[in-house]
């Protein structure tokens, strides 16, 4: 993933800027935090709905989660990147589009597969150059240069069963992982992908008829008729995980959700509610985490909440400890540890 803004973007700095971003895009806003793996300034994860602001001075690229950015014009296309003051050398010859409106003109452009943007100066009409310029190989000058950008959509994991191939009448399951590369004519990694990716590529009776898919490495290959590039981004495969009440006193119940998830479908305890308003947690059905050591005794380091399986046991391996087994918890591991997550549903190691 990456770490900074791309060319056309500038990074979003304030953490009321970072939650109204993550509000626009359909998702939620955690907390401010400072972490060294994460990207820097706003990201959100790629395997839930929950976002945060880094305030780190350098943070790290991190493919669980992506960087949020700023459009330096709000009149820049969606799919396109803004080059100010650039030209890329149109010759007139490529006219999909007479006129000034850059949305008209990025859908004629998104028309013509040899297309790669346009260019303005002072508001007069748009000329198009081809796919050989992409913004970087162009001139410095007074015109602004809109380029199209790869749009990035995320693998889903998927099962079918091919009526056609190697797998015809086998039930046979696609991860989301980006690791298939079976069905690629030159061994290129793929993934089937969110439906609301732009992508005309479909799957046929070989795999999932209809499925959209993408290539990790964005290329389009001669028999897609995509005219712009689609990068398939590798999600972790989807497995469940039990999580339980640690106190038998306030809750008692038990369920099996997502590991991509960061709250339970169930409320788990009035007290639970009342967590949620007095100490703002993401959801009163926010997961917390319980880390135990080698003999079972529990804690909560650094009172971690709203966190998916990944992070849960990521964040207690980064401790020297472990998830808790089911038994654990239901034991009472980690109870009175002084987070106030007594009334809280906790991740366990036990698969379900």
């Known amino acids: 993933m990456f770490n900074e803004c791309p060319l056309g973007t500038t990074m979003i700095t304030t953490e009321e800027e970072c939650g109204i971003a993550l509000q626009s895009i359909g998702m939620y806003y955690q907390r401010n935090t400072s972490e060294d793996y994460s990207p820097k300034g706003c990201y959100h994860f790629l395997n839930h709905h929950g976002g ?4 780190h001075p350098t943070g790290a690229a991190w493919n669980n989660a992506l960087v949020i950015c700023r459009s330096d014009s709000a009149t820049t296309p969606r799919g396109y990147t803004k080059f100010a003051g650039t030209n890329c050398h149109s010759d007139g010859t490529m006219l999909p589009y007479v006129g000034t409106d850059l949305a008209e003109g990025a859908a004629a452009c998104d ?13 007069g009409n748009l000329q198009f150059f081809p796919t050989d310029y992409d913004g970087t190989n162009c001139v410095s000058n007074n015109w602004d240069a809109y380029v199209k950008a790869p749009e990035h959509c995320a693998c889903v994991q998927k099962m079918c069963t091919p009526t056609v191939g190697i797998d015809a009448g086998q039930q046979t399951f ?23 990716c732009g992508t005309t590529n479909l799957g046929n009776d070989h795999s999932c008829p209809g499925a959209k898919f993408a290539f990790v490495d964005c290329h389009i290959p001669s028999y897609q008729s995509d005219s ?21 006193d306030r809750c008692t119940i038990s369920e099996c959700v997502s590991d991509n998830a960061t709250e339970s479908t169930q409320l788990a305890s009035a007290q639970a509610q009342t967590e949620y308003e007095n100490k703002g947690y993401p959801s009163p059905k926010s997961l917390a985490t319980t880390c135990c050591d080698s003999n079972g005794i529990g804690s909560s380091p650094d009172c ?10 990521d964040h207690c391996s980064a401790n020297g400890l472990q998830l808790c087994s089911l038994s654990g918890i239901t034991g009472g591991a980690g109870n009175f540890s002084g987070c106030g997550f007594d009334a809280l549903l906790h991740w366990t190691n036990d698969a379900c």
């Open 111 to 123: 028309a013509m597969n040899e297309c790669g943007g346009f260019q303005q100066i002072s508001g």
């Open 304 to 313: 971690r909440v709203g966190q998916t399986w990944y992070e849960a046991n």
């Open 52 to 55: 945060r602001f880094n305030t």
């Open 228 to 248: 712009r590039q689609y990068c398939a981004i590798p999600q972790k495969p989807v497995f469940s995980h039990s999580v339980a009440c640690r106190n038998s």
């Open 174 to 196: 696609y991860p989301s992982d980006g690791s298939l590369t079976k069905l690629s004519p030159n061994g290129e990694h793929w993934c089937f992908v969110e439906d609301s």
